[in-house]
């Protein structure tokens, strides 16, 4: 029991630079109180004191903010990041070395009872600020849910899912053991819409260069054509950032098959 402890308070010095002291992570940080308080539930759970068991998560919600089922099964070293308004699942199940920021919910999307209704993390998961994972899936090890995202599918081994409802924009099983504080990545989490549009505008551009380029060749066979010069399409705001995120990370993949 006391190497878990240790191991729990570690872990979070390890992740959270503003952790400064193993003495403010056990009494400032209530990711680990309400990590603790499941531990007791859970075990009463699991020997059948069903009612001591949800008063007890009843408590530790109380105390800290977070709603984790009794029923839920997490690994070791998991860390509720600030941890206000989480939920987790009675079904959810949760790997080792997963982290979980603020307004996250595991959540299910049937009403079956005994039913597998939760999502599955796998190891080394990071599920970003007010991600919502709804249903009965998997999570792959090392994958990176986004700030804000709402996932309804599977998210394979490595991989980045952003938006809504959730898309993969990435997949890297070799970041399986690197942290990435709220799911941000090295690329950061590129909109796939937005990218998705920024090359349909390139395809544009690079058409209206090849016609301005024929119609130039057809004036000088005949000097009746009229001159045509098309002015170059600029890429909105809320796109180029994106545009510019996914051809970093497609050269980046490139250089790797290479």
């Known amino acids: 029991m006391f190497d878990r402890i240790r191991e729990d308070i570690r872990s979070i010095r390890e992740r959270d630079p503003a952790a400064q002291s193993w003495w403010e992570v056990v009494t400032c940080y209530p990711g680990l109180h309400a990590i603790w308080g499941h531990r007791i539930s859970h075990a009463l759970w699991m020997r059948g004191f069903k009612w001591l068991a949800r008063f007890n998560s ?36 949760v790997g080792d070395d997963c982290t979980i920021y603020q307004g996250v919910t595991l959540g299910g999307t049937s009403l079956t009872r005994g039913a597998k209704r939760h999502p599955t993390l ?43 409802p959730a898309r993969v924009v990435g997949v890297d099983a070799q970041r399986k ?41 057809v004036r000088a066979l005949d000097s009746r054509m009229p001159e045509l010069e098309l002015g170059r399409l600029e890429l909105p705001d809320f ?20």
């Open 58 to 93: 009843h408590l530790a919600r109380w105390l800290t903010g977070i709603e984790i089922h009794p029923g839920a099964r997490l690994g070791r070293r998991v860390f509720i990041d600030h941890g206000l308004g989480v939920v987790i699942g009675e079904t959810a199940e």
């Open 122 to 164: 796998g190891s080394n998961v990071v599920v970003g600020a007010g991600a919502k994972v709804l249903g009965p899936f998997t999570v792959g090890a090392g994958a990176n849910i986004g700030s804000n995202a709402v996932v309804v599918r599977a998210v394979p081994d490595g991989a980045t899912a952003v938006g809504i």
């Open 177 to 217: 053991t690197e942290f990435h504080a709220y799911g941000l990545t090295d690329e950061g989490m590129p909109d796939p819409v937005a990218k998705a549009i920024a090359k349909i505008l390139e395809h544009v551009q690079t058409q209206d260069e090849q016609l301005t380029r024929m119609c130039k060749v």
């Open 239 to 258: 796109c180029r950032d994106d545009a510019e995120a996914g051809e970093r990370a497609d050269t980046k993949a490139r250089a790797g098959l290479d």
